[in-house]
C-alpha cells in the first residue's frame, strides 16, 4: 500500500518509486571498491523521484510539484535540452534528501578514457559547454545530503571570490610591462611540445612572423599562421608555434576583464556528505575550497575532467577521505604534499593521467592505502624507495600501453604487505631477480612488455605467489632454474610468446601447480618429460605449431582440453548476510585441443588422433606421480656459481674470485682440487 500511495504522487515528468539502497549506483560503486562495506547488507526502502528534463521541463514548475518527503533524487537531461541552471531553492523544500543524482547530456562525446597521445581530444574548449548547470551555492552548506553524483554538467564558480590561479596570472602578464593595446591570441589546443605544465589553458603574447621559417605544407586544407611565443618570467623563450586561421585576436584590457574568474566554492561545508562524484564536470582546475570542511566524505571522484596540477594540502578539507579517484585527468605530476592529511585513505586511482615519474617524493606516508593505481600513465622509470613508506598496500597497478616501463633494483623496496602487483609493458632485456625485492608477501604477479630472457632463480624473493602471469611478454627463452623456490605456485601462464622450446625440467620445482598456459606460442615440440610430477587440473597447448610424433604418447586429453570459467552462486535470501558467491570450475572444450602443422598428412588433426594413427603404444610412460627434489634455499648459491662455471668466462676477467663470497671461494676450490 505504501509503495502504491507512494507512486501516484509524481509528476507528468518524473516516476515515483521505492528503491532499495542496494540499486543506488553510487552505492554499488561502493560496494565495488570496498568489499566489507556496510552497505552490502543494506535493504533500506527509499522514496525516489527520477525525472526526465526535456526541452519544455522549467526547474521552478518541477520542483515545486515533488513530494516533501523525496530521500532519492535522479535527474536525467534529454538531448536537446535548452540551459538551465539548478540553485539553492529548489531543493530547500527537500530536507529529507539524502541523495541526487544529476545526469547532464554528453553533447561534447567526450572519451571514456582520457590519454596523453590524444591530447588534441582532451581539452577541445569549443564554446559549447554544458547546458546544465549548478549555482555556486546550490549545495554549499547543506546539511542533509549524504550521496552526490554529478555528471556531465558545469559548476558555476562564485563571482565574489577570484581564484588565485587568475590573480597570478594577471600579475604574470603585468610583470611583461606590456602596453594596452598589445596583441594577445587565445590559445584553445594544447602545445604539441609542452615544456612547461602552465602552458595549456593560460593565454600567452604571440608575435606573427611574416615570413615563416617553415615551409607549409601542401596538402593543408587552410592557411597556417607561424607566431613567435613568449611566456611570462621567461619560462620559454622563441618557441615557434603553428595555429590555424583563423584566430582571436583581442587587446590585453580585454583579456583581463573576460578572464577574472570566480572560485570554485560549489560543495563547501557540507559536513555531513559522504560521497561526491563530479566526472566530466570540465574541471581545469583544483582548489582548495572547492571541498572545504566536508568532514565526512569518504568517497571523492573526480575524474574524466581537465586537471593539469593539483595544489599541496589539496584535500585537507577532507581528512576522513577513504577512497580517492583523480584518474583520467591531465595532471602532469604528484607530489608528497598534494596529499598531506590523508590519513585514513585506503583506494588511490591516479590511472590516464599523464604522470611520467615515480620518485621517493611522489607519495606520502600512507598508514592504511590498501590499493594503489597508477596504470595508463606515460610512466618512464620508477625510482629506487618510490614505494618505501607503503608498507600497508596489498595491491598495485602501474604501466602503460605506448611507454615502455623500466624497473630497477629497490623500485618496490618497502611494499612488505603487497600480495598483487600488476605490471603494464615491462621493458628489459633479461628479467633479473632484484626486480621483486622487497615484496615478501606477494601471492600474485602479472606482467606484460618485452622481456625475451629471465635470469636463474628469477622469483626466489617471492616465494609465496601462488598465480604468476608472463602473457603476452615477448618471451624467448627460459632457464631451467627460472622457477626455483615456487614450490606454493597454482598458475602458470606463459601463454601467447615465442617460446620455441623448454629445458627439461623446467617446472620441476611446481610441485602445487593446477593450471599451466602454454598456448599460443612456437613450440613444435616439448621434453616427453617435460610434465613429469605435475598433477594440473588445466594444461593449454592449444596454438603452437606442433610437429606430432610419439613423444605426446603421455599428453592427456582431460587436461589439455579444458577451459576455466566462473559460476555465481546466488545467495537467494534478500535480507540475509550472507552474499553471493563466484565459483571457478573447468570445463571439456574440444575446441582448445592441441593441433598438428606437421607432418603434413597430420595436418589439423588433434595431437591424440594422430599418436593413435601412429601406433606409439610401445613408448614407455611417464610417471605422474614421480616427485621432483625441491633445491633448498642453502643450495642456491651452489647453483649460481655452477652456472658461473659452466660459462666462457666463470670468474672475474682477471681470474680472480673477488666477485665470490668467501664460503664460495672455499667450495670453488673443493671442486678444482677434485678434477
Same mark, same amino acid.
Given at each position: ?15 515515483? /518509486? ?9 552505492? *554499488? ?36 510539484? $515533488?513530494? *516533501?518527503?523525496?530521500? +532519492? ?39 571514456? =578514457? ?20 549548478? =549555482? ?77 621559417? #617553415? ?14 611565443? &613568449?611566456?611570462?618570467? *621567461? ?11 583563423? +584566430? ?16 570554485? /566554492?560549489? &560543495? ?6 559522504? &560521497? %561526491? ?22 568517497? %571523492?571522484?573526480?575524474?574524466? =575532467? ?14 576522513? $577521505? ?68 607503503? *608498507? ?38 633479461? &628479467? ?15 606482467? @606484460? ?19 604468476? #602471469? ?18 606454493? $605456485? %597454482? ?18 620445482? $611446481? ?28 594444461? @593449454? ?135
Amino acid at each position: 500500500a505504501g509503495a502504491e500511495e507512494w507512486s501516484t504522487k509524481c509528476t507528468q515528468d518524473c516516476t515515483c /518509486q521505492l528503491l532499495s539502497m542496494q540499486d543506488l549506483s553510487m552505492i *554499488n560503486w561502493i560496494k565495488k571498491h570496498k568489499k566489507d562495506s556496510e552497505y552490502h547488507h543494506n535493504h533500506t526502502k527509499l522514496r525516489a523521484v527520477t525525472c526526465v528534463l526535456g526541452n519544455s521541463v522549467e526547474l521552478d514548475d518541477l520542483f515545486a510539484t $515533488l513530494p *516533501n518527503d523525496t530521500q +532519492v533524487l535522479n535527474l536525467l537531461e534529454s538531448p536537446g535540452s535548452k540551459s538551465r541552471t539548478l540553485m539553492k531553492h529548489h531543493i530547500h523544500n527537500l530536507q529529507n534528501l539524502i541523495a541526487i543524482e544529476i545526469q547532464g547530456y554528453d553533447r561534447h562525446h567526450v572519451y571514456a =578514457n582520457y590519454n596523453l597521445r590524444k591530447s588534441d581530444d582532451i581539452i577541445k574548449h569549443d564554446g559549447s559547454q554544458s547546458s546544465f548547470k549548478i =549555482n555556486y551555492d546550490t549545495f554549499k552548506d547543506n546539511s542533509y545530503l549524504k550521496y552526490l553524483s554529478i555528471n556531465h554538467v558545469q559548476l558555476i564558480p562564485n563571482p565574489a571570490e577570484i581564484s588565485q590561479s587568475d590573480e597570478g596570472l594577471e600579475k604574470s602578464l603585468n610583470r611583461m610591462k606590456r602596453s594596452v593595446a598589445d596583441p594577445l591570441l587565445e590559445l584553445h589546443t594544447p602545445l604539441r611540445q609542452r615544456k612547461t605544465r602552465k602552458m595549456n589553458e593560460v593565454k600567452f603574447r604571440l608575435d606573427k612572423i611574416e615570413k615563416p621559417l #617553415i615551409r607549409q605544407k601542401s596538402n593543408s586544407r587552410s592557411p597556417i599562421n607561424y607566431y613567435k611565443l &613568449f611566456i611570462p618570467e *621567461n619560462e620559454i623563450s622563441d618557441v615557434l608555434i603553428e595555429m590555424k586561421s583563423p +584566430v582571436k585576436i583581442v587587446s590585453y584590457e580585454e583579456y583581463v576583464k573576460n578572464n577574472k574568474t570566480g572560485k570554485l /566554492q560549489n &560543495f563547501a561545508n557540507m559536513r555531513v556528505l559522504e &560521497f %561526491l562524484e563530479l566526472h566530466h564536470c570540465e574541471l581545469t582546475e583544483f582548489n582548495y575550497d572547492l571541498l572545504d570542511n566536508l568532514t565526512s566524505l569518504r568517497y %571523492l571522484l573526480i575524474g574524466y =575532467n581537465h586537471i593539469m596540477s593539483l595544489p599541496d594540502f589539496a584535500f585537507y578539507g577532507t581528512p576522513d $577521505l577513504t577512497h580517492l579517484d583523480i584518474g583520467h585527468n591531465n595532471i602532469l605530476d604528484i607530489k608528497s604534499e598534494v596529499f598531506a592529511g590523508l590519513l585514513n585513505l585506503e583506494y588511490l586511482d591516479i590511472r590516464g593521467n599523464n604522470v611520467s615519474h615515480l620518485s621517493e617524493l611522489s607519495l606520502p606516508p600512507f598508514p592504511k592505502l590498501h590499493i594503489l593505481d597508477v596504470r595508463d600513465n606515460p610512466v618512464v622509470h620508477v625510482f629506487p624507495n618510490t614505494f618505501e613508506l607503503l *608498507n600497508t598496500t596489498k595491491v598495485l597497478h602501474i604501466g602503460a600501453r605506448g611507454t615502455s616501463l623500466d624497473v630497477g633494483t629497490d623500485s618496490f623496496t618497502g611494499l612488505v604487505s603487497l600480495e598483487t602487483l600488476y605490471i603494464a609493458n615491462f621493458t628489459v632485456p633479461l &628479467f633479473r631477480q632484484d626486480v621483486l625485492s622487497g615484496m615478501p608477501s606477494l601471492t600474485n604477479l602479472a606482467i @606484460r612488455g618485452h622481456i625475451p630472457q629471465f635470469e636463474y632463480d628469477a622469483f626466489l624473493l617471492v616465494p609465496k605467489l601462488k598465480k604468476l #602471469i608472463l602473457k603476452n611478454c615477448s618471451i624467448e627463452k627460459m632457464s631451467m632454474d627460472t622457477f626455483i623456490g615456487l614450490e606454493d $605456485l %597454482l598458475l602458470l601462464d606463459l601463454s601467447h610468446n615465442r617460446l620455441e622450446s623448454l629445458p627439461p625440467g623446467v617446472f620441476g620445482p $611446481l610441485a602445487s601447480l593446477q593450471e599451466l598456459h602454454l598456448d599460443h606460442n612456437k613450440f613444435t615440440t616439448l621434453p616427453v618429460d617435460i610434465f613429469q610430477g605435475l598433477v594440473t587440473k588445466m594444461t @593449454r597447448l592449444d596454438g603452437n605449431p606442433w610437429n606430432c610424433d610419439c613423444n605426446m604418447v603421455n599428453w592427456q586429453a582431460t587436461t589439455t582440453n579444458k577451459i576455466r570459467f566462473t559460476h555465481v552462486v546466488r545467495c537467494g535470501k534478500v535480507d540475509s548476510k550472507c552474499k553471493d558467491r563466484t565459483d571457478e570450475k573447468y570445463g571439456y572444450d574440444e575446441s582448445v585441443a592441441p593441433k598438428c602443422v606437421t607432418p603434413a598428412t597430420m595436418h589439423n588433426m588433434t595431437v591424440y588422433q594422430a599418436v593413435r594413427q601412429m601406433n606409439c603404444s610401445n613408448i614407455p610412460s611417464i610417471s605422474k606421480t614421480a616427485k621432483y627434489k625441491p633445491i633448498q634455499q642453502k643450495e642456491v648459491g651452489k647453483s649460481r656459481l655452477l652456472s658461473k662455471l659452466k660459462s666462457k668466462d666463470p670468474l672475474n676477467e682477471d681470474g680472480s674470485m673477488s666477485s665470490l663470497s668467501k664460503k664460495a671461494q672455499k667450495w670453488y676450490k673443493m671442486k678444482k682440487g677434485q678434477k
